[in-house]
């Protein structure tokens, strides 16, 4: 059973910094594309940044220039670097991974909470 772990979500200021994580329980070349979404509350989860295994990079508008998604292969681990945070950006974060070989699926990880205020 593959598995995502998050970590690394906190309460910080805006205009601060936080890297996420996200550490997968195999290869991160299992799958085709990682990335990470964020959810509040009542309402519908919301892209952020996903990478493929290809190296092409995507953003969501609202975060482009200020959020980074990386990975460490030797890891099995996603990033998702935060700067110039805002308190929009206070939500629970998750990590999503898509597999396409052997199988198609689709995982997804716990969450972990970001809170931006001052």
């Known amino acids: 059973q593959v598995q995502l772990v998050e970590s690394g979500g906190d309460l910080v200021q805006p205009g601060g910094s936080l890297r996420l994580s996200c550490a997968a329980s195999i290869s991160i070349f299992s799958f085709y594309a990682m990335g990470w979404y964020r959810q509040a509350p009542g309402k519908e989860r919301e892209f952020v940044a996903t990478?493929?295994?290809?190296?092409?990079?995507n953003y969501a508008d609202s975060v482009k220039g200020r959020f980074t998604i990386s990975g460490d292969n030797a890891k099995n681990t996603v990033y998702l670097q935060m700067n110039s945070v805002k308190p929009e950006d206070t939500d629970v974060y998750y990590c999503?991974?898509?597999?396409?070989?052997?199988?198609?699926?689709?995982?997804w990880g716990q969450g972990t909470q970001v809170t931006v205020t001052s």
């Open positions: 999503n991974a898509v597999r396409r070989s052997p199988y198609s699926a689709n995982y």
């Open positions: 990478s493929t295994n290809g190296g092409s990079t």
